[in-house]
């Protein structure tokens, strides 16, 4: 993994009792994210890093 500094955490969110997988993938600054399935899942990672990839820079320290 890169120490470059363009990193975002996201929180996913599972219900323990569903078949197939299903829950909500959770971050700071974008729209929750819910899915159902296994590729459904991996979609709603791809929006959100989409979310986070479109918002502006912010501003350098000084």
Do not use: C, Q, T, Y
């Given at each position: ?10 929180t996913?969110e ?29 979609r ?7 979310d ?11």
């Open positions: 993994m890169s120490d470059s500094g363009h990193r975002v955490r996201l996913v599972v219900d323990l009792l569903a078949d197939p997988i299903e829950g909500v993938v959770l971050h700071e600054h974008g729209a929750d994210k819910p899915f159902a399935g296994w590729m459904s899942l991996i709603a990672f791809e929006l959100a890093l989409d986070e990839r479109l918002r502006p820079a912010p501003p350098p320290p000084g």
